[in-house]
């Protein structure tokens, strides 16, 4: 009778399930955020007139760049320019009296000397003379006056920019007084970013001079590049959000006053940081942890720190050390101790490319 032997079990050992790891190494880190912000000339001037009259002549190209001084409306200078030559006449009448007086003074200096005329008579020559200078004062300041009103019969730029739309035709009125201005001058060659931090970011710490990347208004970013010359001193009351004033160059009027931008503001900058994939995170009772390959190949589950979520990428603030292997796909079929057959992770082009 033949024996009964029990067969042989065919079934192996499980193979080690495969994993993508990714060796950490230290790389430069710069934390940014994107806040919303509006565009503001450098400098904005409205221009005025400082005297009242009939414009004649508009002198300038409406939206063409303009030099300081330039004049841009002519005013009829004839009322100005005949209250001039009276203002001239009233000061030659002016200096002939006072050295009538002057005259005067001299011929009794000596009389009242020799008791030959009375110390009154006297008396009055001098105030007569001191009069007389005081009216010269008088009308010299005048003159002036008329000739400063026959200079703003020109109405000149005060500032060098682009000159907007004219507000103003040939042959308005205009007067100092008017509420309207007659035309706008924006520099623009170079420009202010308003932005608005909200919430927590109103009260944070913003490096100085940080360089900021101004981004259009869906993202893209649009090669122009400014630095943060001031945060506001006080957080908004109604909507908790505080100034951020950023300087840009505008060389080429890419940015125009009142449009809508985006800028990308550093927040920390970390030279040798050590990051990982966002999917290499998993949470155990609200701890991050991460699974680490070891040099037997053994996966370990780690508990990790993280700091800021940069394109995807955590920051490791803690938990890991530069030259380990921690998986990026395939930990959801891990348990701790496991041996697993590693393979290098291939990160997206284009997540590499968003990095750069």
């Known amino acids: 009778m033949a024996g009964c032997t029990p067969a042989e079990d065919d079934t192996g050992p499980a193979p080690a399930p495969h994993v993508a790891v990714q060796t950490l190494a230290p790389t430069a880190l710069t934390v940014s955020e994107d ?3 509006r565009v503001a000339a450098w400098r904005s001037a409205e221009i005025r007139s400082q005297v009242g009259g009939i414009v004649q002549r508009r002198l300038f190209e409406q939206g063409a760049e303009v030099a300081a001084g330039r ?3 002519q005013i009829d200078p004839r009322p100005f320019q005949a209250e001039l030559e009276m203002a001239a006449a009233s000061l030659q009448r002016a200096e002939a009296a006072l050295a009538r007086a002057q005259r005067q003074e001299q011929r009794l200096a000596p009389l009242v000397a020799a008791e030959a005329v009375s110390r ?3 008396d009055d020559a001098l105030s007569a003379r001191d009069q007389a200078a005081a009216e010269v004062a008088l009308e010299r300041a005048t003159l002036a006056r008329r000739r400063l009103d026959l200079q703003f019969a020109t109405v000149t730029a005060p500032i060098a ?3 907007d739309q004219a507000l103003v035709s040939e042959g308005a009125l205009v007067s100092a007084s008017d509420t309207a201005p007659m035309a706008r001058v924006l520099q623009i060659d170079r420009v202010y970013v308003d932005l608005r931090l909200p919430g927590a970011s109103a009260t944070a710490e913003w490096p100085a001079e940080a360089e900021v990347q101004i981004l259009d208004a869906g993202g893209a970013p649009t090669g122009l590049t400014g630095r943060v010359l001031m945060t506001g001193t006080a957080v908004d009351v109604g909507t908790g959000e505080r100034l951020l004033r950023v300087a ?3 060389p080429q009027r890419r940015l125009l006053p009142g449009q809508y931008v985006q ?4 927040r920390a900058r970390y030279e040798a940081a050590l990051t990982l994939p966002q999917q290499a995170v998993f949470r155990v009772g609200g701890q991050a942890r991460v699974w680490v390959v070891d040099t037997q190949q053994q996966a370990h ?3 990790v ?3 800021e979520l940069v394109q995807r990428r955590y920051r490791v603030a803690a938990g890991l050390q530069a030259g380990q292997q921690v998986v990026v796909e395939g930990g959801e079929r891990l348990g701790d101790g496991l041996v697993v057959a590693a393979r290098p992770w291939a990160e997206p082009a284009t997540a590499r490319a968003a990095r750069r």
């Open 161 to 163: 920019g682009r000159v």
């Open 248 to 250: 840009v160059p505008n």
């Open 71 to 73: 004049p841009l409306f």
């Open 305 to 307: 720190e993280l700091g």
């Open 35 to 37: 806040l919303p912000g």
């Open 301 to 303: 589950a780690v508990p």
């Open 120 to 122: 009154q008579a006297y």
């Open 263 to 266: 800028a990308r503001v550093p």
